[in-house]
């Protein structure tokens, strides 16, 4: 075996566990802005590169760990290194606001990823990781999605205002890091009501405008 096609059939990875489409919605935010957050394509993945290549070398609340580690996983899905591995956006007035992934081990436990929010101050990264977490109980159907952070922000808004469960016996596939755990009865009885939101169907002029988003400046590299 020597053909680059005949290797490519080995090394390539996808879904290999049911899967159903993330529906899209509407969340009004603080701001009374409109953020629509749909399932990405995987033929949009070049452009969330470029939106997050700024962040790379950004020390500030750990974007460039977050941002390097999310720019692989997602070149991975891109490129069919990654298996199982879903990303979603949210799109305001056009543009790009926030970027959230996640990847099933298998159909009971799901992988949290990251989450990147390029607008900051509306909850838009509160947001994206709740409706990343919402596929995966509510359209995917998972037992457990197992959570890690990298940054102190992410720990009070993940763990702390979810009120995770600490699992000292398990290790994230986030090199090996600390691991909390969203159980579905922790996320029907207390999670959803309070930290879930959105509206659908979209309506269709919003939702075609988040079709073709621009990139613009991460506000955490604008001068102030």
Same mark, same amino acid.
């Given at each position: 075996m020597s053909s680059v096609e005949e290797i490519e059939k080995i090394l390539y990875v996808d879904w290999d566990i049911p899967y159903k489409h993330y529906p899209p919605k509407v969340i009004t935010l603080a701001?009374?802005?409109k953020m629509v957050v749909r399932e990405a394509r995987r033929?949009?993945?070049?452009? #969330? #590169?470029? %939106?997050?290549?700024? #962040? #790379? $070398?950004?020390?500030?609340?750990?974007?460039? &760990?977050? %941002? %390097?580690? @999310?720019y692989a996983e997602l070149l991975g899905w891109y490129r069919y290194r990654v298996r199982n591995e879903y990303c979603l956006i949210?799109?305001?007035?056009g543009y790009? =606001?926030?970027? %959230? /992934?996640?990847?099933?081990v298998n159909q009971d436990v799901c992988m949290s990823l990251h989450t990147v929010a390029l607008k900051r101050g509306l909850r838009i990264g509160a947001h994206m990781f709740a409706a990343k977490q919402e596929h995966a109980?509510? /359209?995917?159907?998972?037992? +457990?999605?197992? =959570?890690t952070a990298e940054s102190p922000i992410g720990f009070r808004r993940w763990m702390i205002e979810w009120g995770l469960e600490y699992r000292p016996?398990? @290790?994230?596939?986030l090199g090996g890091a600390k691991c909390w755990v969203l159980t579905r009865e922790k996320y029907f009885k207390d999670v959803k009501h309070r930290l879930v939101f959105g509206e659908r169907p979209v309506? +269709?002029?919003l939702y075609k405008k988040s079709l073709d988003f621009k &990139? $613009? $400046?991460?506000d955490v590299l604008k001068t102030t």
């Open positions: 701001s009374g802005e033929e949009e993945v070049p452009k #969330l #590169l470029e %939106a997050l290549r700024p #962040l #790379l $070398t950004v020390e500030r609340d750990y974007y460039d &760990i977050v %941002a %390097a580690r @999310q949210g799109v305001i007035d790009l =606001v926030g970027i %959230a /992934n996640n990847r099933l109980m509510e /359209n995917l159907g998972v037992k +457990e999605i197992w =959570v016996d398990v @290790q994230h596939e309506p +269709e002029d &990139i $613009t $400046t991460p």
